[in-house]
């Protein structure tokens, strides 16, 4: 059995539960989990679809696409995770330190980095 990392529940923090799996790389799969674990991020989802790939004969862009999004849900299924990125974001934007914003900003772009070479199941 593979340890998953564990986010907390409820205003207290009381009940660990484990963070979602990354489902089968595909759209479908991805639309579904965004669906059932991270349902604040659908409406993007389905607009930037619909917007570049729905009606599109050319699937070049659809690798883009499923990087972007597969990204996104991993970020998004961990709030944890979700928390600390978009803390280190604010302490970067607010910084009157350069060197400071460039290592909240490295650090931010790493945490993102590795959040999409999660492979699935993960």
């Not at 998953?4 to 660990?16: K, M, S």
């Not at 659809?62 to 972007?68: E, G, K």
């Amino acid at each position: 059995m593979t340890a998953q990392p564990l986010h907390f529940d409820g205003p207290g923090g009381d009940r660990p539960r484990p963070v979602p799996p990354m489902p089968e790389r595909t759209p479908q799969a991805s639309r579904l989990a965004i669906q059932e674990h991270a349902p604040h991020l659908l409406p993007d989802f389905e607009a930037h679809w619909r917007r570049d790939i729905g009606d599109a004969f050319n699937l070049t862009p659809v690798p883009a696409f499923m990087r972007l999004w597969w990204t996104q849900y991993a970020i998004a299924r961990d709030p944890g995770l979700e928390a600390h990125l978009n803390d280190l974001q604010a302490r970067a934007a607010k910084s009157e330190d350069p060197h400071e914003s460039v290592r909240l900003l490295a650090e931010y772009s790493r945490l993102r980095r590795a959040a999409g070479l999660v492979e699935p199941g993960r």
